[in-house]
């Protein structure tokens, strides 16, 4: 049985559909602060469970015969991690050795892990290698790459099997439609922008049409949620074989200004833009090398056109659940 640790928010919904449709048995644990219990399909068992609180964390491996983690539960709003590290600190780390903590007083060693791109900084040169220098430049990059470290740790002294996902930027919602992105607040640019079409916001702000672009926006890498998900189901069947970080991105740069004339194209509609300064902490380009994703995972992104990608969030976009 698979533990998908905040398995009702964004990436990890789709995760456990996925997993469910190859025929894993799934067990989904969530606070639901950001999650949705809209999201996790009815095929999946739900325990209201939060990181802060190793009772319950060791009823779950108690009750469950927990074979292997898949771990989303963090928060990932790099502003508000600015803002207030306590929350990240507390929650991202400490919430992940709690988890850890129970899974080896249950003989449980086998764990999945979202990191991210964020981890790497400033970046010194793209594409991004997962042997690219990691100088996190917030506190939210920082809580990833401290457990990326304490894994290292763990597998030296407890035997720890663990692989690290670092994604780009996670985009797109279920084919099907029935689940996808929905974060309160919305900072990401593709929902943002889909809104501002319909008339649920009043504009998109592009932050900085200065950047060293081609189009002067900046470009980041868009890899479709669903690719994700299956990247989670090959890094969980790698566990004993491989330990480490592997990046997770398409290798495609797409510029804010392409996201938007992609959008309109999509939706068939204009979208009411301002042009607003940069943003503190958004480097000019990001986009990651993939190469190791294909060869230890067998990994291969189905969405590589970001038309598509955008297809499947305007399509969720126009008939949201939650
Ligand atoms: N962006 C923007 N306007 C917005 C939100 C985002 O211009 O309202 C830009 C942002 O500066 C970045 C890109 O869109 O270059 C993607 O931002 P997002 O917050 O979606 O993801 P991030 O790359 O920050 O993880």
């Known amino acids: 049985m698979i533990l998908v640790m905040g398995g009702a928010g964004y990436i990890g919904s789709h995760t456990v559909r996925h997993l469910l449709d190859q025929g894993y048995e799934v067990i989904v644990a969530d606070n ?17 469970t939060d990181l802060m609180d190793l009772l319950s964390l060791d ?55 979202s ?23 917030n506190p939210y990059g920082r809580t990833k790459l401290m457990i990326e470290q304490i894994f290292a740790d763990y597998e ?3 035997g720890l ?18 689940i996808g992105e929905s974060h309160t607040p919305e900072t990401h640019l593709i929902p943002l922008v889909l809104q501002a079409i319909l008339g649920k916001r009043n504009l998109i702000q592009v932050f900085g049409t200065d950047y060293n672009t081609p189009d002067g926006t900046c470009i980041r890498d868009y890899i479709h949620v669903e690719d994700l998900a299956v990247a989670h189901r090959l890094a969980l069947e790698k566990l004993g074989t491989y330990n480490g970080c592997i990046n997770l991105g398409t290798g495609i740069g797409t510029s ?51 038309k598509d990608i955008i297809s499947t969030a305007w399509n969720w976009e126009l008939k949201r659940r939650y």
Not at 38 to 48: G, H, M, Q, S, T
Not at 161 to 178: E, M, P, T, V, W
């Open 115 to 137: 990191s991210t791109c964020a981890t790497y900084g400033e970046p010194q040169y793209t594409p991004i290698d997962e042997k690219h220098p990691q100088n996190p430049i």
């Open 59 to 113: 009823k779950l491996f108690t009750f469950y015969p927990i074979d292997a983690v898949i771990h989303f539960a963090a928060f990932a709003y790099v502003g508000e991690s600015v803002a207030e590290p306590e929350k990240y600190y507390y929650n991202n780390v400490i919430g992940t050795t709690n988890l850890l903590h129970t899974m080896l007083a249950h003989n449980v060693k086998k764990i999945v892990f």
């Open 161 to 178: 099997q663990h692989i690290a996902l670092r994604y780009f930027n996670a985009a797109g919602c279920s084919q099907d439609g029935k």
């Open 256 to 306: 804010v200004k392409e996201i938007i004339t992609a959008a309109e194209q999509v939706s068939g509609k204009k979208c009411p833009v301002e042009y607003a300064p940069r943003r503190a902490g958004d480097p000019a380009r990001l986009f990651a090398d993939n190469t190791k994703a294909k060869e230890i995972l067998g990994w291969q992104p189905q969405y590589t056109d970001i």
């Open 156 to 158: 030296r002294a407890y």
């Open 32 to 48: 639901l602060y950001y999650g949705h219990r809209e999201a996790v399909d009815e095929r999946a068992a739900f325990i209201y």
